[in-house]
Structure formats: C-alpha cells, structure tokens
C-alpha cells in the first residue's frame, strides 16, 4: 500500500471549508471529477456511498466510495468500495492562525497489477501531483468564496 500526504492553509473558518468537503457539487469542482452523487436519500454521513466518474490518463473511470468516518466540520474518510484502484482517503481540518489548516491523506493498494511494475513510479508521482493540484484548486475556490 503507497500513502500520499498532503496538507495546504486555507485563509477561511472551518465550517466554510467543510461546505467544499461535504457538498457534491461543491467538491467535485475542487477534486476534479466529472460526477459526485450521493447513492440513496440519506444526507452524508457514516455509511453514504457517493457515485463519481473521473478521467485518469484519458480515460473515463467510476468508482463507489463509502464513508467511513465522519466528524462534522472536522474529519471525513472515504474507502473505495468499486473502484480500478483500491484507495483510502482522509480530510481533516484544524483551526489554524484564524483560517483553516487542511490535510489529505491517500493510501492506494499496489498499483502494479493494473498498471505494470515499470509503471509504478510515474504512477505514484501523478498520484502525488493530483492531490497538491486538487488542493490548491480546494484553497482557491474556498478563498474566491466570499460567504
């Protein structure tokens, strides 16, 4: 299993910025997928699944995720439940110098059966490079956001 860690300071309150965690249509805009929904009627919690479609290397992909944790305003966690690659996510947020301190962690089964062994390290630096750019895609839309 790889982890990626990345964390960026977002000048907002917290509860502004959970909105662009929690929110489907919000979230798709920062994280870069084409679809975010929520499977079923129930509100997002522990247990909500979310339908996404994304491209990845040109190609059109959808994945089912499932909550896992969630602490409102503070923590949520994602686990893959159908997905090409198996993955884990966790978005925390903390107070930090009157904005918000926000931290990604994604770990990833081994990429070697989907994409090959020689693959592996061009692989790991995208997946490195795409939560750095949906971050900092995170901090500007949250700090264009006025309310």
């Known amino acids: ?19 662009y965690l929690v929110d489907p249509e919000l979230a798709k ?5 084409e679809q975010m929904d929520l499977i079923g ?11 996404e479609v994304f491209r990845f290397l040109g190609k059109r992909m959808s994945m089912v995720d499932e909550v896992v944790e969630y602490q409102d ?16 996510v966790d978005e925390t947020l903390t107070d930090e110098d009157g904005g918000t ?13 989907f994409f090959g062994k020689l693959a592996e390290p061009v692989i790991e630096r995208m997946f490195a490079r795409e939560l750095r750019q949906q971050l900092h895609r995170l901090k500007d839309l949250c700090e264009a956001d006025a309310n």
Request: charge should be neutral; aromatic fraction near 8%.
């Open 73 to 88: 305003g503070a923590h949520i966690a994602f686990r893959s439940v159908e997905a090409p690659i198996a993955n884990e």
């Open 101 to 113: 301190r926000v931290e990604l962690v994604m770990r990833t089964d081994d990429t070697q059966g």
């Open 41 to 51: 009627d129930q509100p997002l919690a522990k247990g909500t699944r979310i339908q």
């Open 1 to 19: 299993m790889h982890t990626f860690t990345e964390s960026i300071h977002i000048e907002r309150p917290r509860q502004q910025v959970w909105r």
């Open 29 to 33: 805009a920062w994280v870069g997928f």
